[in-house]
């Protein structure tokens, strides 16, 4: 091997030097850059999260900051056929989160003769019915779900439909929940007699002129829980006209409630329930 002069091996040195130092400057760069992005990434609080999914309930603890990743942390997946409340952009905000998922399953409507099945993630009995391109409800015809019959068409559920034969009055008996919407709650998922959740809040503003959405004469007063109810003692509910057309009666934690008004809240959830009370003001409207 051929010896380096005293030159060569001095150039040599000087470049190994360059070298070092050249890595030195890219890793404080590197170091710094990293410090900054971290930095300027908002530092998201650990929260709660309760998924309702399928008639049951996953709670994790996540620092996630969107419906989006509370899902990936959970191992939750979901397709664009899935109904996501709140949606899957919305950015959680409090140490209580709340996530309901509607999956799109088979559903068979039976309306007197016709059995027609609808492959759906829609909830309301009146949404589905106009996806089978069926006659929407009458204020005064009954709907129920009950277990479908997978041999027969492969239905999960089946959406019975009776129509109204004539009017019979019915007034409301006040029976109290245990799991009822209280004012200290102010938020809860409420899943009604047909497995449907509901995300529940309350509102107390005066409703004179909600309450002739079902009829001129119609009146309300206030129950001993607070609840502003009508003359069949029906709680006062807004909801997703969509989903929920004016006078539908639904079922709520508070009671057997009818759809007089309704509310931005639907934006964010479809198929939330905002029930009116006198909690707030405590002034009898």
Not at 125 to 131: A, H
Not at 187 to 192: E, F, G, K, P, T
């Amino acid at each position: 091997m051929k010896k380096l002069s005293k030159k060569q091996r001095l150039q040599q040195k000087r470049t190994r030097q360059l070298l070092a130092l050249g890595a030195i400057v890219m890793f404080v760069f590197l170091a710094a850059w990293y410090g900054f992005t971290r930095a300027a990434e908002p530092t998201q609080p650990q929260r709660l999260v309760t998924f309702y999914d399928r008639g049951l309930e996953h709670v994790v603890l996540t620092r996630a900051g969107t419906v989006q990743s509370a899902l990936q942390f959970a191992g939750i997946t979901v397709d664009s056929h899935d109904i996501i409340d709140p949606s899957i952009g919305t950015s959680l905000t409090k140490s209580y989160v709340d996530i309901i998922i509607y999956r799109s399953r088979p559903v068979a409507v039976v309306d007197g003769a016709v059995r027609q099945t609808v492959m759906t993630s829609l909830q309301s009995p009146n949404e589905i019915l106009k996806e089978a391109g069926l006659k929407a409800l009458d204020s005064k015809d009954k709907t129920t779900f009950q277990k479908g019959s997978l041999t027969l068409d492969g239905a999960l559920t089946d959406l019975i439909v009776s129509r109204a034969q004539q009017e019979v009055p019915q007034i409301v008996v006040f029976q109290p929940k245990p799991n009822a919407l209280t004012r200290s709650k102010g938020a809860q998922v409420y899943v009604d007699g047909d497995g449907v959740a509901h995300r529940e809040t309350y509102y107390d503003l005066p409703m004179n002129r909600a309450i002739q959405s079902c009829g001129a004469a119609s009146t309300y007063t206030i129950r001993s829980d607070g609840a502003k109810v009508d003359q069949d003692g029906y709680v006062l509910v807004a909801a997703n006209l969509a989903a929920y057309p004016r006078c539908t009666v639904v079922d709520t934690s508070m009671g057997p409630g009818k759809v007089y008004d309704t509310g931005g809240f639907v934006v964010r959830h479809p198929y939330g329930f905002d029930l009116a009370t006198d909690w707030t003001n405590y002034d009898g409207v």
